[in-house]
């Protein structure tokens, strides 16, 4: 093998697919970069069995070739060097990389590409729907976070991805919360489908699309194992998690009791206030919603947490508060969660009780829900 790209375009590139090398496994091939050289590209690859990136870069290929080296040692002596040509040889039969950029030069023990995983090939009656990437991205950041942080319930720990005729569908939930985001596909779906995507698969995608203006594919494998989607230079694979959703449309409520509406940064705030103190007390914080003295005055709610040794502490936020007054208490890391993501100035809280579950929507839109399980409130 005998190639030259650019420094920069190289070291975005390692950078992109390194995310995706793994950093615990027996298998010492996983923790390297795939380097193939053909025609007028560069192939580089990685992946650690969950998710795997394949990037091409432009490159004076002077001969083909193809090996593996150490992801992160090749990509911290390339970030080293200058913004000039780097070349990358290696010799017949010889499982080492030379690097050489302007003023410095290295070899890096590789390993063989042939042992290096196979990535899935898309064949014939693959599911494939097409979806703006800004879209996706923001469902992503909208949902993802909603998922479990641990693997008991695996099928908890992913994302609902939902395709069905024109809409697409996202859903996360971790027992305690759910988070359902639809959008627009860019032309419809052959067929519906239903397919869970690993959390941290999908925070990953959210990066590498985060720069794409044109409609990307996804693409599901017909064995329904793989989610692969392809941008104009890169494509990225996730494996599927086997199992079924929660029936998610059961879980949220259609009305509410009450109604509370004010300016999100204010609620975030003031949840954030509480929480210091509900840090010593299972993060319990409580809202009380009081309405106005008559139709022209503005009610509030009372933002309030207590910690025996610690203290307490109250703050009050303008509100309109819509149905009989009422208070509920809720996991603050939850609402600041979701109080984070959202961009909406306003957003609504609907209640059914002390005992039933609230929701956060944002006001200008009804394409998001965020469904929260109560606390008991005389929790101290």
Known sequence: MDVSSPQDVLQRALAQVGRAVATRTTFPVLSNVLIDAEGDAVRLAATNQEIGITTWIPAQVNEPGRVTVDARLLSE?????????????????????????????????????????????????????????????????????????????????????????????????????????????????????????????????????????????????????????????????SRLIDGTFPDFRQIVPRDFATRLEFGRDDFLAAVRRASFFARDNNDVVRINARAGEDELAPGHVEVSANAAERGSSQSHVSASVLGPEGQIAFNSRYLVDVLNVLRSSRVMLGMNGANQAGVVRPLDADSYTYVIMPMVIGAN
């Open 77 to 237: 002596f390339v970030n080293t060097l200058p913004r000039e040509p780097v070349q990358l040889t290696t010799d017949a039969g010889r499982f080492v990389l030379k690097v050489r950029g302007l003023g410095a030069d290295a070899e890096i023990n590789g390993i063989d590409a042939e042992e290096f995983p196979v990535f899935p090939r898309l064949e014939d009656g693959a599911f494939s729907a097409s979806v703006d990437p800004q879209v996706l991205r923001e469902m992503i950041g909208l949902v993802e976070f909603a998922a479990a942080s641990d693997d008991s319930r695996p099928v908890l720990a992913g994302v609902l991805i939902r395709f069905e005729e024109d809409r697409v569908t996202m859903a996360a939930a971790d027992g305690f919360r759910l988070a359902v985001r639809e959008g627009e596909l860019s032309a419809p779906a052959p067929e519906r489908l239903d397919v869970i995507v690993p959390a941290r698969a999908l925070r990953e995608l959210a990066r590498i699309i985060a720069d794409q203006t044109e409609p990307i594919e996804l693409k599901v494998t017909p064995n329904r194992g793989q989610l692969i989607v392809q941008t104009s230079d890169t494509e990225f694979y």
